[in-house]
């Protein structure tokens, strides 16, 4: 019986295409097909690219028949989050004010997917401007996780982790500021990786250097471990207009392999300061025996990262909502007034959250760079002892759309954002990963992995170890 694509990895899915198992045209027709069925369910896709698709799987047919050098990705569909570019293809950003704008030019990420020879099948859904770590806007709507899409798929790359978890396509990168790629990776039950800040770069523009407030980074989302060190190996490397992009490391794919009998990892389900539900840290201490059975030295310890949960959130809220109002303010040059008459198009929670709170003071800023500092010191006494520290990517199971925890085990927290735990990392910039972990109550539970700047191969070579240990390819909706 012949696996159909749609069941097929990423990596799987190249090398079947290259052995002439499945042509090009054949894998597009086939997760169209599955798009149109399916995605009513979850809303996980904006737009579907059918005729671009098609045009490039063409184009990848002819490839193979003129017998041209083929890439890492050559004929693998991958999806967009609709807060990035695609040539010719719209971005609405989840926001009425570019309902209908149509990129110019790709993303540099974008543009080296399509040099390995990815298709485009289309663009995921975000919140508005990816502010939220649940995905719904005023476009086209909530994306639920395949699991019970009555429930929220995280965000703000929700659309990405949906479209993973029910097979629409086997990659689906998405960014991260606040957790954007790991959580949805956690309430969609997919593997999601935020890389060491600058890995993948980030040209945004008018502003240059927004991707430092907090630090935020593009990264990938998919069903296994080595189909996103692939697609990092594709996506990574610097960018002469990205000033804070570095070296790739020679093989990300590589670190898959990799044995990980020498590494100590610390294990603190909530960092010593953030509630978690019981549910949720019972599938964590189950999980972590995989580092032990794995070789890896586990010890249960909490870092000393100088505040509590409350203060770490005031100050990524400090410094998010001066970037958040700076790509606000930066909408006029656009011809928008979203602090005018232009408001009402905007999503009330971006409202209440950026535009009806006072700016933060030059002095407030600072003193929130000071929190960041702070916190940055507790991980670096952390890892100058460990190579990783594991923790829960998010406090809870997926919820109900639009019924944000308002406390976790009987401790009262902010409900937009208390309830995850991969801030302090967006601070820090250090790479982190969201790993399956479990099940509660039928609910997918992540396992969040960090590790020391640049040590992103640890991070992968853990993660690897965990899914070869405790697999989770039979987990996903049938």
């Not at 967009?80 to 719209?90: A, N, P, Q, W």
Request: one cysteine or more; a negative charge.
């Amino acid at each position: 019986m012949v696996t159909p694509p749609t069941d097929r990895t990423a990596t799987g899915l190249a090398r079947a295409i290259r052995d002439g198992e499945y042509s090009p045209t054949e894998v597009v027709d086939d997760v169209l097909e599955r798009i149109r069925e399916r995605n009513e369910r979850t809303n996980a896709f904006v737009t579907v690219t059918d005729k671009l698709a098609r045009e490039m799987a063409e184009d990848a047919e002819r490839a193979i028949d003129e017998g041209e050098p083929l890439g890492p990705l050559h004929g693998v569909p991958v999806a967009i989050k609709d807060l990035d570019d695609v040539e010719g293809v719209r971005t609405t950003s989840g926001s009425l004010l570019f309902e209908d704008r149509v990129a110019e030019s790709d993303s540099p990420f974008v543009a080296r997917l399509k040099t390995a020879g990815a298709i485009v099948v289309g663009k995921t859904n975000a919140p508005e401007f990816g502010l939220g770590v649940t995905t719904d806007n005023r476009v086209a709507g909530p994306t639920g996780t395949p699991f019970d899409p009555d429930r929220v798929s995280g965000g703000s790359s929700g659309g990405a982790g949906a479209a993973l978890a029910d097979r629409l396509v086997p990659l689906a990168p998405g960014s991260d500021a606040g957790g954007s790629v790991r959580v949805p990776a956690s309430f969609c039950g997919v593997y999601g990786l935020k890389p060491t800040q600058g890995v993948i770069p980030n040209v945004s523009r008018p502003n240059a250097f927004a991707s430092h407030t907090p630090f935020s980074t593009n990264g990938p989302l998919a069903r296994t471990v080595e189909d996103a060190a692939l697609s990092l190996d594709v996506m990574a490397g610097v960018h002469p207009r990205d000033p804070f992009s570095v070296p790739k490391q020679e093989s990300y794919r590589d670190a898959v392999d990799r044995p990980i009998d020498e590494l100590e990892i610390a294990f603190s389900p909530g960092m010593g300061i953030y509630p978690v539900d019981p549910a949720v840290r019972e599938v964590l201490e189950d999980a972590v025996s995989a580092f032990e059975r794995a070789g890896a030295t586990v010890d249960r310890v909490d870092p000393d990262l100088g505040h509590d949960n409350e203060a770490i959130l005031e100050a990524y809220y400090t410094m998010a909502t001066v970037r958040w109002r700076s790509l606000l303010e930066n909408l006029r040059a656009e011809g928008f007034d979203p602090f005018g008459e232009d408001r009402d198009r905007l999503r009330p929670y971006l409202v209440d959250l950026v535009l009806d709170v006072d700016e933060p003071s030059t002095r407030e800023y600072k003193r929130a760079d000071v929190v960041r500092t702070r916190v940055l010191d507790g991980l670096a006494d952390l890892f100058a002892e460990y190579d990783l520290l594991a923790t829960a990517t998010c406090a809870t199971t997926p919820f109900p759309h639009g019924d944000e925890p308002a406390a976790i085990d009987g401790t009262e927290i902010e409900p937009y954002r208390g309830w995850v735990l991969t801030q302090p990392f967006n601070l820090t910039g250090q790479p982190a990963a969201s790993v399956p972990a479990g099940f509660a109550d039928g609910l997918p539970v992540g396992m969040q992995l960090a590790g020391r700047r640049h040590a992103d191969d640890d991070v992968i070579a853990a993660s690897a170890a965990v899914e070869r240990q405790r697999p989770w390819h039979d987990a996903y909706p049938a």
